[in-house]
Nanobody, 116 residues
Framework: QVQLVEAGGGLVQAGGSLRLSCVASGGTFTSYTVGWFRQAPGKEREFLASINWIGSTVYADSVKGRFAISRDNAKNTVYLQMNSLKPGDTAVYFC??????????WGQGTQVTVSS
């Protein structure tokens, strides 16, 4: 059983940056694909980026070029560097992990608020 804890959210002005972290415990973290998602009030949960065990990444078009996902397996941590933030990026951000198939494990989320 993998437990995930996100951190690094907060309030930032438009154009600013934040780095989110997702720390995992339990399970064999290094073999999992980890993804970042977000959900704004009244909207569907949105996939942002993922990174697999060898470091291959996938990005949603909405964040490509602004967000970067990375992982440090020695620290059981995945990061999401977010640059050039916009008010439309305001949401609760979640990390999730999967071995195969759907994402099985989810964190509790961290709030990101971007002011104009």
């Amino acid at each position: 059983q993998v437990q995930l804890v996100e951190a690094g959210g907060g309030l930032v002005q438009a154009g600013g940056s934040l780095r989110l972290s997702c720390v995992a415990s339990g399970g064999t973290f290094t073999s999992y694909t980890v993804g970042w998602f977000r959900q704004a009030p009244g909207k569907e949960r949105e996939f942002l980026a993922s990174i697999n065990w060898i470091g291959s990444t996938v990005y949603a078009d909405s964040v490509k070029g602004r967000f970067a996902i990375s992982r440090d397996n020695a620290k059981n941590t995945v990061y999401l560097q977010m640059n050039s933030l916009k008010p439309g990026d305001t949401a609760v951000y979640f990390c999730a992990a999967r071995a195969r198939g759907p994402y099985d494990y989810w964190g509790q989320g961290t709030q990101v608020t971007v002011s104009s």
